[in-house]
């Protein structure tokens, strides 16, 4: 009888190890919701940071968070940008931080723009909002113009 019991358990511990495993596979395969993973289009607020007025236009972007803390991304304000985002401590919040070259019209450099955001995914977690600023930097490395932003994500799906 403990032996058809134990065969029962081990079969059953097999099964329970091959289904989790295929659900893994499966949430990798298509991305996790409920995290901040993936790629994501984006339209950008920029805003008087005393006030929180919008100013000027607004403008889309594309970012891509990948499982190693690193991000990627474009928009019509910048080049590429590259930088690394973090899970905050509450649920449902992040925060990435990346830098992008700037070029004059001419195509010289200039030097390069900080962005640093404050990120609330949605419950169903195809959604996000984010609210930061950016500094730009001179060739040099000195500050020049900073400025607020906020931004809504969708999620890009297949």
């Known amino acids: 009888m403990k032996r058809v019991i134990g065969k029962i358990s081990s079969s059953v511990a097999v099964v329970v190890l091959v289904t989790s495993l295929q659900v893994l596979a499966f949430g990798q395969e298509k991305g996790d919701i409920r995290s901040i993973e993936g790629v994501w289009q984006t339209v950008v607020t920029p805003r008087i940071c005393a ?12 970012l891509s968070f990948d499982g190693g803390g690193t991000i990627t991304g474009t928009s019509t304000a910048v080049t590429s940008t590259y930088g690394l985002w973090v899970r905050a401590a509450a649920p449902h919040k992040y925060s990435f931080s990346a830098i992008s070259l700037k070029y004059d019209a001419a195509g010289n450099s200039v030097g390069s723009r900080r962005i640093d955001q ?37 999620r890009f799906r297949l």
């Open 118 to 154: 404050e990120v609330t995914l949605d419950f169903g977690g195809n959604g996000f909002t984010s609210t930061g600023g950016f500094q730009d930097f001179d060739l040099a490395g000195n500050p020049t113009i900073s400025g607020c932003s906020t931004s809504v994500g969708t």
């Open 51 to 62: 006030t929180g007025a919008p100013v000027g236009p607004t403008f889309p972007g594309i």
